[in-house]
């Protein structure tokens, strides 16, 4: 599964040139974000996804759940845009009530997994010594254990569900995240401003609070939205497999679990879904690609 | 080693955490007195450390237990690895090819077309799910077209064509989520070293472009690409365990998510520890490779 591979995304251990992002403009940079076409691309859809999530009882035409028996299977119509599924279902519908599982459990578990890892990758990269050996060894402990298996485990337990899959999904990507808190302070704690500090007696939660956590914010931020679209693929895998949001709930990964069943009668049921998921990440993956190029130093090459 | 054992101790202690015993699976009729029979004979009455070291200690010898339809569990994971191995291997190499060429190709035109087609398709397949990509290709390929067939598998000794002609979509849909985390890789490591001094030296030698970005660039860019392989083994591993399903190929990945689907506690515990071995194998071949590809890990070695 390519789920957090995102993450892994070109941040070896690379030195920046800190403290020189806060002399920026937030308008420039907002410009310069703008003036990449596929930044622009990217947001712009992604707002169209976002409001389309939030108002979906006003946009979607049907009920997801309401049953068509006279329409099963149809094609696309006037009355039914992009068609029905097996059971008589507006496909158009399901796709948009299905957005609101995908983005949920997308900002949720990256949420989750920021709010795991990020302290403990701090900690890890502030103090090193033995506390570091030790969260260094569990985290590569956490990554040979596929995700997949955990994932299925948390599900078995807590009985499927979205939140369920959410917590796996947040919990499968907090170990990438850690290496990411940690690199960032580890480099963060040679900088010279961190010896200042260290020099004026600042204490050690003064230090990480005030001067190492906003330091390494915008580099969060990127991985974060980078990690969105990894954990919305996640999803709809797991829902895909049966454990993530159970149907008939709607979601994209249900939908496509659904379409297996005509394959060969109706393909388009498969298309649909997996369009809107790839749409979705992509359009993630587009912002965070150009959050990344004007907020990191190191691609201004 | 620390790592395999962590990881099988997780397992144990997560799969004790289920709720119900063991025990329960052996079927309904169970009489407080046979529960109790099976209770005692599987050590489920003893501590779980207890447990812990009786299974670990076993494990060692090679035997992992017998799973709950009686069958051993070693046995039935041996008969699974081969399927899988040759769709990993096959991932790899076809991803390997793609992603890294991709990625000499991204950087060498840094800036200009060929690279921004090159990432936009790395994007692409970064946001695409892989199951997804299974799906349609089965629509395309197998139920449309008839090229190759939708499921099933032959084995590679019965008839090496055939099997061929059953593993090529699975592990080429594999391939591509693991091309695409390859290519950005080894795009960044390729621009890295191609603006290193050496490289100004070998232009200035008048060496060909061939030779520059092969065997100068290309060399110190593949140790990033050798750690990205291992690093990504875990998700390869899940990844497998999807295609198998969807391809219907009765494989490894296919006996790890058959194992959660029943609720087979000795099997889930045999292919999760067989699972993390494998990763921390592969992770000290890759450390291997590192003094193959790069010099300074040979020396550091050998000083010590």
């Known amino acids: ?301 | 080693m620390v790592v395999v054992l962590l990881a099988s101790m997780l397992v144990f202690a997560g799969i004790r955490a289920l709720p119900g015993s063991p025990a329960d699976a052996f079927g309904t009729p169970s009489t407080p007195a046979t529960f109790a029979f099976i209770q005692h004979k599987y050590l489920l009455d003893r501590p779980l450390p207890v447990q812990y070291a009786k299974w670990i200690w076993l494990a060692l010898h090679g035997d992992l237990g017998v799973d709950e339809r009686g069958l051993p569990v070693g046995h039935t994971i041996v008969g699974r690895i081969p399927v899988t191995l040759e769709l990993a291997m096959l991932a790899i190499v076809f991803s390997t090819v793609l992603g890294v060429g991709a990625g000499v190709i991204a950087a060498w035109w840094q800036g200009r077309v060929p690279d921004y087609v090159v990432r936009l398709v790395a994007l692409a397949g970064l946001s695409v799910p892989g199951f997804w990509v299974a799906l349609v290709s089965i629509i395309v390929f197998a139920a449309n077209l008839h090229w190759l067939p939708a499921s099933g598998f032959v084995s590679l000794f019965s008839n090496p064509v055939q099997n061929l002609r059953h593993m090529i979509l699975p592990s080429v849909v594999l391939a591509l989520g693991l091309a695409a985390v390859l290519m950005r890789q080894t795009r960044s490591a390729m621009l890295d070293s191609l603006s290193a001094d050496y490289i100004r030296t070998a232009f200035a030698k008048g060496l060909s472009p061939w030779r520059i970005a092969g065997s100068h660039a290309l060399r110190n860019s593949l140790i990033t690409t050798t750690t990205v392989i291992g690093l990504e083994l875990g998700a390869l591993l899940s990844g497998v365990a999807i295609i198998e399903q969807i391809f219907g190929i009765s494989g490894f990945g296919q006996l790890t998510l058959q194992a959660v689907y029943d609720r087979d506690y000795p099997l889930m515990q045999g292919t999760v520890l067989v699972a993390a071995t494998g990763y921390v194998v592969v992770n000290l071949l890759v450390d291997l490779a590192y003094s193959l590809l790069d010099p300074r890990v040979r020396v550091a070695g050998a000083s010590q």
């Not at chain 1, 704690?189 to 204490?203: G, H, L, Q």
């Not at chain 1, 990127?222 to 895909?240: D, K, M, R, Y």
């Open chain 1, 1 to 301: 599964m390519s789920f957090a591979n995102a993450v892994l995304e070109e941040n070896g251990p690379e030195s920046k040139s800190v403290g020189s992002r806060r002399t920026h403009s937030y308008w420039l940079l907002a410009r310069r974000f703008l003036r990449r076409p596929f930044s622009l691309v990217g947001l712009v859809i992604l707002a169209v996804f976002v409001t389309t999530a939030l108002f979906a009882s006003w946009v979607a035409p049907f009920s997801p759940s309401a049953t068509d028996f006279n329409a099963i299977l149809s094609g696309p119509s006037s009355h039914h845009l992009l068609g029905t599924d097996g059971l008589g279902r507006d496909v158009l519908s399901r796709l948009i009530w299905g957005s609101r599982a995908s983005l949920q459990a997308g900002v949720l578990a990256t949420l989750l997994a920021m709010a795991i890892a990020v302290p403990i990758g701090v900690v890890a990269g502030y103090y090193g010594g033995w506390v570091d050996l030790v969260i260094a060894r569990l985290t590569d402990v956490m990554l040979a254990f596929p995700f997949l298996i955990l994932a299925i485990g948390l599900a078995v337990i807590l009985s499927p569900s979205l939140t369920t899959a959410t917590l796996a999904l947040g919990i499968g990507t907090a170990p990438r995240m850690i290496r990411v808190a940690r690199g960032e302070s580890l480099t963060l704690r040679e900088a010279d401003f961190i010896r200042a500090a260290i020099a004026n007696s600042a204490s050690d939660a003064v230090i990480l609070a005030r001067h190492i956590l906003p330091n390494m914010v915008s580099t969060l931020i990127v991985q974060g939205t980078l990690l969105i679209p990894a954990a919305i693929i996640g999803e709809a895998t797991l829902s895909f497999l049966g454990f993530g949001v159970q149907p008939p709930a709607p979601s994209w990964g249900v939908m496509l679990a659904d379409s297996q069943a005509y394959l060969t009668q109706a393909p388009t049921q498969a298309l649909y879904p997996g369009l809107a998921i790839f749409l979705c990440s992509l359009s993630f993956n587009f912002v965070g690609d150009g959050l990344r190029e004007i907020l990191d130093p190191k691609t201004q090459r």
